[in-house]
Every structure is written in structure tokens, then in C-alpha cells.
């Protein structure tokens, strides 16, 4: 039994998700949960269902089973826009930058789904490179502005539970250094943040704990600070 | 009097505003097809039957309960856009996922079914309807005589078609419409209602279509096949422009008008065709069309 203090603390709780592209049963039964303030990663190979997790949570997929609450609310059954209602941002694997909108059109597209969000001068402030070029074309930026537009694009919203897929991906070191520090701040600013990540050592620098997924299932919890007891396990589950 | 290239010029200056007139009723409607086809991945072949539909609303509203043309004006296209809620809520959005083709074949379904039913009660002889008051007569401009209405027709149609052209390009609104042709799932992941949007689009779009039936209604008879005459050749209009673009559409669909009315004084045998014939040599240059992205 849970006691009290987890129940108010828990802000994401997935119990026995299951999910599905078409036919093809991809997320076989995935279980974790992530508290208030926590960052917290998913890990594992390709294709072990990291990022059908994060689609599911926003109510992507064409079916999904089991439980699925942020604060209380079931998001299973719910459509995307009342899932991000919740006060869930979302950054897709993709970036998901629109061409046909400029970089601060792009900066202001989602709407406001709760009270304490950023400014935009909070943001820019964050990115100021945005801010610089907020005239151009959204995917004229390089692959790391584009990323942190992405990111920047959902700290106005209000949410609080913001979902990451993969930022660092392609991206030059300096910049992945950038980005580590930009989710640092937003830790400190109390987000509370889901972290799809491969870069193991960078994930490292930021998580608190970390969910080994496998074959469509969490198979293994990680803190932070037993990482190094850790390690040889770990690069099994990793295949490095 | 002075005549150009053996032309003279009461004639020429005549086309050019026939052509202008035409290329006012192409931009609205492929304006229509074209915002249409970017948020539902539809070719909306009803499109022509909803513009006939405009007219005959006008035209019923003047008839049945002595409303005129300004209240039509406003009152038709909120006719017409209610009409392709119905249409987007019980139909379309059922075909969403499926192949465009279902959506060709659903909307030709559709434009029958309107047009027959307006055979059916009317006839296909065309219903007069009248030119407002305010817009009756014209003006001697020298070089050519301007009916009144021909010229409020030209410029009502290219305020719309900018005021269209900055609605989606330059507000808020517009935005979350150019986002949601490009990414659908995703802006609605953000907590926009894409499928409240994607209805919202559709009935403006189809409004235009309403608003031209009833700006044509007072030049042209009002006629239940008026539509289907018209839509082949904006279809070809929106293949000329590329479906991708609003302003293209806006600029094809007028610059497409004057040249069948250059055509019709310069070799009037080839004025029916010539906007095919430039259809055919852009499909094989520039497939995407001449304001296409190619992706
Ligand atoms: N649109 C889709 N249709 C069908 N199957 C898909 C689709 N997208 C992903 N899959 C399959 O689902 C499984 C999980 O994919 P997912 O993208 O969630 O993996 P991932 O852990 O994010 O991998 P990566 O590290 O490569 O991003 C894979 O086997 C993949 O082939
Ligand atoms: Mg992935």
C-alpha cells in the first residue's frame, strides 16, 4: 500500500499500458510512475517502444489499454487537446517544427492550458537565440534551435508535465551541453519531466531515476545514484 | 478612334473585364478547394453545387420573403456554411483516414444529389434575378463603358480573397489552420480542437463558394447547373496554381480569367480551351503547379 504522501506526490502513474499501431501490438503491459518535481528517463534499446509510450500518454496512438493518470485524471479514452489540457507539453521526436509558420508563430501555437507558464520575455530570455531570429521560417533554424524551440514552445503553456523525446539526438555537443542546462533550470523551476533519452552519460548528469524498457515493458528502475553499482547490468539492458 | 493591333479597343478592354469577372468567381472558388484540400485532404467536388446553392438561397430569400441582395449577401454564405457543417460532421469526418478518392467520390455524390433536387424543383431554366439598386448602370470610361455590378463584382471578390489571405496568413487563427494542414496530431496534442477547426474550415470555405453563387446571381441566371459548368474549370485552375497555396490560388485564378479574355480577342476559337491547354503543359513542366511545393 502506498502511504499518503506518494498518493499527493505522484504526478504521472502508467499502469499495465498497453498499446497498439494498427494491428501490431507494440507496448505489452509498461508500468511507472513519476513524482512531482522529478526527472525522470526511459531508456532501452531502439524500437522497445520509447517513444509509442510518450504517444500514448498524449492519446496518439489508434488504441491503447490500461491506466493512464496525471493528478487524478484518467487520460485512457480522453482526445488529444483534453489530454494536453491536463497540463502536459510535448516534444516530439521529430521536433515537430511547422514550416508554413515562422519561428515565434511557431513559439506561440500552443495555447495556454493552465495559470504559471513562462513569459515569452522568460523564454527568450531562456533561448535567446529564438528571439533573434523569430522572423524566420521555423525550419529554416539548425536541427539545435529547432530543438529548442521545440522545448521553448511548451514552458508557455503552463504545463507541468513536460515529455522529451529524445532532444539531444543529432545534435553537436555544445549544444546537447546547452540543453542540459536549460533542463536543469526547468527542474529547479519545479517541472516535472519525462525524458526519452539513448545519450546514457547525458541523462545521467540530470535524471533521478531512470526506467529500463524492453520488448514494450519497463523492465528495470534505476536511481540516479546507484548508476556506477549499476553499470554492467545496465550496458547489458543497453547492448554497449 | 485608335485601335491596338488592329483591335479596337472597346473590345479589348471588354474581355479584359469579362476575364477579370471569370478570374473573380475562379479565385473564390479555388480559393475554397484550396484551403480545403490542405485541412481535410479533400477535393471538394460539391464545391460547385455549393456555390449554386448560394445563388438559389439568394434568389429563394428574395422570392419567398422580399429579402434583397446586401442581407443575402451576409445570409446565403451562413446558409451555405450550416449546410457544410452538416456535411463535414455526418459525412466527411467519417472518411477522414480513408483514401482521398472516397472524398472525390463522396463530394461528386453529394453535388448530384444538391443539383438534382434544384432540377428537380425548379427546372433548368434560369431564374432573373435583380441587380441592387445601388449597383445598377455604370460609367463611360473613355476607352470603355463599366457596368456598375461587373465592377463591385471585381472588387468585392478580391477583398474577400484578401481578407481570406490574411486571415490564414497573418492572425492567430490562421496559425493553428497552417499548423494543422501540416500536423494534425500534433496540434491537436498541444490542446487545440483540430476537429472543431477542421468543421470551422470547411463551412468557411464552402461560404465562399456561397458568397460568389450570390454575387453571380444578379449577371448570371440563377440555374441549378450553374455550378457544374463553373467547377471543371476551377478545378483546372487549382491544378494550374498547385493546391498548396492561397495567394496562388488568388493569383491564378484572375491571371487564368484575363487570359481567356485576351484569348476570346485574340483567337476566339481557342478561348474554351485555353485554360486546359495551359493545365496540360504546367502538369508536365511543373507538376506540383505553378505555386506548388514540391515535398
Ligand atoms: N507508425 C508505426 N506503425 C507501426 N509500427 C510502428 C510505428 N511506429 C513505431 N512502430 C514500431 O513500434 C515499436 C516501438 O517503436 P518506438 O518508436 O516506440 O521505439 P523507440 O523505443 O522510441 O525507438 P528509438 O530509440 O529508435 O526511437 C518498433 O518495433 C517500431 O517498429
Ligand atoms: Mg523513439
Known sequence: MPDAATLTRTLLSVRDLHGFYGESHVLHGVNFQVAEGEVVTLIGRNGVGKTTTLRAIMGLLDRQQGSIQVAGTELVGLRPDKIARVGIGYVPDDRGIFASLSVEENLMLPPVVKQGGLTVEEVYGLFPRLKERRKSQGTKLSGGEQQMLSIARILRTGANLLLLDEPTEGLAPVIVQQIGDIIRQLKAKGFTILLVEQNFHFASTLADRHYVMEDGKVVDMIPNDRLEAEAEKLARYLGV | ??????????????????????????????????????????????????????????????????VGYWPALILAPLVVAAFGVVLERTMLSRIAKMDPLYGLLLTFGIALVVEGLFRHLYGVSGQPYPVPDALQGGTNLGFMYL?????????????????????????????????????????????????????????????LAGFAGVLAAPMYQVNPLMGSNLIIV??????????????????????????????????????????????????????????????
Open chain 2, 147 to 207: 457596368p456598375t455590378y461587373r465592377a463591385w463584382v471585381v472588387v468585392a471578390s478580391l477583398a474577400v480573397c484578401l481578407g481570406t489571405w490574411y486571415a490564414i496568413e497573418r492572425t492567430k487563427l490562421g496559425s493553428y489552420l497552417r499548423a494543422a494542414t501540416e500536423k494534425p496530431q500534433l496540434v491537436q496534442a498541444f490542446g487545440v480542437n483540430v476537429p472543431l477547426l477542421v468543421t470551422g474550415t470547411y463551412a468557411a470555405a464552402v461560404a
Open chain 2, 234 to 295: 476551377v478545378f483546372a485552375v487549382v491544378v494550374i496554381g498547385g493546391m498548396g497555396s492561397i495567394l496562388g490560388a488568388v493569383i491564378t485564378g484572375f491571371g487564368l480569367g484575363l487570359v481567356e479574355g485576351l484569348t476570346k480577342v485574340f483567337y476566339p476559337e481557342a478561348a474554351n480551351i485555353v485554360i486546359f491547354v495551359i493545365m496540360a503543359i504546367v502538369l508536365l513542366v511543373k507538376p506540383a503547379g505553378l505555386f506548388g511545393r514540391t515535398t
Open chain 2, 1 to 66: 478612334m485608335m485601335e491596338l493591333i488592329g483591335i479596337p479597343p472597346q473590345a479589348l478592354f471588354g474581355q479584359l473585364l469579362l476575364g477579370l469577372i471569370n478570374g473573380a468567381f475562379y479565385a473564390l472558388l479555388s480559393l475554397g478547394l484550396a484551403v480545403i484540400f490542405g485541412m481535410l485532404g479533400v477535393i471538394n467536388f460539391a464545391h460547385g453545387a455549393l456555390y449554386m446553392l448560394g445563388a438559389f438561397v439568394a434568389w429563394l430569400l428574395f422570392q419567398e420573403l422580399g
